[in-house]
């Protein structure tokens, strides 16, 4: 490590910029969907390896994370490795492609809807290449074998190309901001991933400077965040932040149980020179079969592309939504309105399977009902319908359930 370590931590006034966004995580509403949320609203990311300490001038928490809040990198391109590791199990493929079904059911049931490709990026190890050019052109590639998927935002158009099903998704935005707003919807880069964690920032969390790394060949600053707390699932995130830039350029999230990275993201090679305008060009393939996105008809947004709603339904239930406690020990709960999930035995076949290897059984004043856990997100529906999601353990949700 280099010869310092910065031990100061944001305060409340200091953080107040910084929270918006943080009940993002109210979107669970299925266990399935509880694992793809997750990695939509915290992002994805191997464990942060230093490739050597450099000698960097002294800097605090504050200033580090005002020097990302102002970084404005308006061209760049390079390669961003990202790994997952929810502890699900391993069910041949099957997880995958549920969460891609839940996602393609709030969609337009394309393979190129990006809202339902990129889920993938939920389990093991992808390799992204990604590229922009201001703010109104950005290129990202999902490598896979013998196949890509690429997401594209140039002006106003937004396409998406799975090469594998040769398959088109195209949506046309209100304006740009919206465009912007719907490549943001796939949060790869360590960038993105930074700027959701720093939503989180608040007097419940220690934000420290803990030495400095080499990532991609650039001299950077480890911004170390922790919750105060013990009760959440969250160990710490690591961000190495580029000296020069502010960009971030790496973003490791390690649960508090330990062991290996929940999420690790990583730029591999990075440069800041303008790439070509050939870059953000896209022509529709020969045969391939378009999907136009309808939620702009008549002049008016139907939803966000995503979701199939407006801004302002995102995370309710049928019942609203409601969040207990603060922090990074807060849990959402929302009524579904309906029964809770099946058993494995109910369900039957592989999905009941599934639902048995993350569930268990749970009772209390509340009931009973089941709690689906991941490394990093637990959610408890009760057999009555309710939900309680967050970044706790088992026994938090059941103590708000009870409470409840």
């Given at each position: 490590m280099a010869p310092y370590e910065s031990d100061d931590s944001t305060s409340a006034d200091e953080a107040d910029d910084l929270r918006a966004g943080r009940r993002k995580a109210a979107r669970y509403v299925v266990p399935v969907a509880v694992v793809?949320?997750?990695?939509?609203?915290?992002?994805?990311?191997?464990?942060?390896?230093?490739?050597?300490?450099?000698?960097?001038?002294?800097?605090?928490?504050?200033?580090l994370i005002e020097k990302i809040?102002?970084?404005?990198v308006q061209q760049m391109s390079?390669?961003?490795?990202?790994?997952?590791d929810l502890g699900l199990p391993d069910l041949g493929g099957l997880e995958s492609s549920l969460t891609s079904g839940a996602a393609r059911g709030s969609g337009d049931g394309s393979s190129a809807d990006p809202s339902a490709k990129l889920t993938e990026l939920v389990t093991g190890t992808h390799t992204v290449r990604v590229a922009a050019d201001g703010p109104d052109r950005q290129k990202l590639s999902l490598l896979e074998?013998?196949?890509?998927?690429?997401?594209?935002h140039n002006g106003k158009d937004v396409w998406g190309y799975d090469s594998r099903s040769n398959s088109v998704y195209h949506s046309t935005a209100h304006d740009s901001a919206d465009a912007r707003k719907k490549q943001e919807q796939a949060p790869a880069t360590p960038d993105q991933?930074?700027?959701d964690a720093l939503k989180s920032v608040d007097d419940t969390t220690s934000v420290t400077v803990q030495g400095t790394a080499q990532v991609a060949g650039r001299d950077a600053y480890r911004l170390v965040i922790k919750p105060k707390d013990a009760?959440?699932?969250?160990?710490?995130?690591?961000?190495?932040?580029?000296?020069?830039?502010?960009l971030p350029l790496k973003f490791t999230l390690t649960p508090a149980s330990g062991g290996a990275a929940v999420i690790d993201a990583g730029f591999t090679q990075i440069s800041f020179a303008r790439p070509a305008a050939s870059t953000f060009d896209f022509k529709t393939p020969k045969g391939a079969k378009v999907t136009e996105d309808k939620s702009h008809e008549n002049g008016s947004p139907k939803g966000d592309g995503r979701h199939g709603m407006s801004g302002k339904d995102l995370g309710k239930g049928p019942d609203g939504l409601n969040v207990i406690g603060k922090g990074w020990d807060s849990i959402a709960t929302f009524d579904t309105?309906?029964?809770?999930?099946?058993?494995?035995?109910?369900?039957?076949?592989?999905?009941?399977?599934?639902?048995?290897?993350l569930g268990d059984k749970v009772t209390g004043k509340f009931g009973s009902g089941t709690v689906f856990k991941t490394r990093l997100i637990n959610a408890l529906i009760t057999d009555d319908g309710k939900v309680y999601?967050?970044?706790v353990g088992k026994d938090a949700l059941v103590k708000a359930a009870n409470a409840g």
């Open positions: 793809g949320v997750a990695a939509a609203t915290i992002g994805l990311v191997p464990a942060l390896a230093d490739s050597g300490d450099p000698n960097l001038p002294k800097i605090s928490a504050q200033q809040a102002k970084s404005d390079g390669t961003v490795k990202i790994s997952a074998n013998a196949a890509e998927y690429s997401l594209i991933l930074a700027k009760g959440s699932t969250v160990g710490q995130i690591t961000v190495a932040v580029d000296s020069k830039t502010g309105g309906g029964k809770g999930v099946p058993s494995g035995s109910e369900a039957g076949g592989q999905f009941g399977g599934f639902l048995d290897s999601v967050g970044a």
